[in-house]
């Protein structure tokens, strides 16, 4: 069965500075996909960036990176630099294709905080 | 271009009654999907529709229906609303199936059942 793990409830860091939120996933997918969405208080869900399990490099987005490592199951979110917009919850997800891709599991997500 | 549309965006039932929610793309998106969010758990399926005239369960399906009424539109109906049901529903569609794409959501309907 196919699982992500957050198992950081909520996060504080400092304006300015850089942050990782944790994120790690179990599947038997031979092939698969890892998202970052972002969730501010609005409510709506925004996608962040993604990581396919066959890229060979890490995933880059403005201020935002995967740390992905494939033999530890983990695709981490690094946010540099950040800003007091940040602040929100965070959700890892995957889709794999052996549910014919269509089938996207999250994590529980992360709430960051940023302080001023 | 609008995205994804929900309506409506906030509904109050009283167990038992029935409602649909309706969802709306215009990206010529194939595929569409409906989630439900509750309070500190990320976003479970609830139905996905993969193409126009095809609709599958997800992990979540007891107590839903969907219909996919065309390539644009696909809602959701609660035939019998329990409180169980209280929740943040959010649609979202991508262009195809596969592990590449990234869902574009809609800003979601928040459903309470009293």
């Known amino acids: 069965a196919q699982k992500i793990t957050q198992t950081q409830p909520g996060m504080f860091v400092q304006e300015k500075e850089a942050v990782t939120l944790d994120c790690t996933y179990d599947?038997?997918?031979?092939?698969?996909?890892l998202f970052w969405y972002k969730q501010p208080s609005s409510g709506e869900m925004i996608f962040l960036i993604y990581?396919?399990?066959?890229?060979?490099q890490n995933a880059t987005e403005g201020r935002y990176s995967l740390n992905f490592q494939k033999a530890r199951k983990s695709a981490n979110l690094v946010i540099s630099a950040s800003q007091l917009g940040d602040s929100a919850m965070y959700f890892c997800?995957?889709?794999?294709?052996?549910?014919?891709?269509?089938?996207?599991?999250f994590g529980a997500g992360t709430r960051l905080f940023v302080k001023a | 271009n609008a995205g994804v549309t929900q309506t409506p965006k906030f509904q109050v039932l009283k167990t038992g009654q029935s409602m649909t929610l309706q969802c709306a793309q215009d990206?010529?998106?194939?595929?569409m999907y409906w989630y439900r969010q509750d309070p500190g758990m990320g976003l479970r399926l609830i139905y996905y529709?993969?193409?126009?005239?095809?609709?599958d369960k997800g992990e979540v399906p007891n107590g839903y229906n969907v219909s996919r009424l065309n390539k644009r539109e696909f809602s959701l109906r609660l035939e019998s609303a329990a409180p169980s049901q209280t929740s943040v529903y959010f649609c979202?569609?991508?262009?195809?199936?596969?592990?590449?794409?990234?869902?574009?959501f809609g800003p979601g309907t928040r459903l309470t059942v009293t």
């Open positions: 599947t038997s997918d031979p092939s698969y996909g």
């Open positions: 990581q396919g399990s066959y890229d060979q």
């Open positions: 990206m010529n998106h194939n595929s």
């Open positions: 979202a569609s991508t262009p195809a199936g596969g592990e590449k794409y990234e869902q574009y």
């Open positions: 529709s993969a193409s126009e005239g095809t609709t």
């Open positions: 997800a995957m889709r794999g294709l052996n549910t014919g891709g269509f089938k996207t599991i």
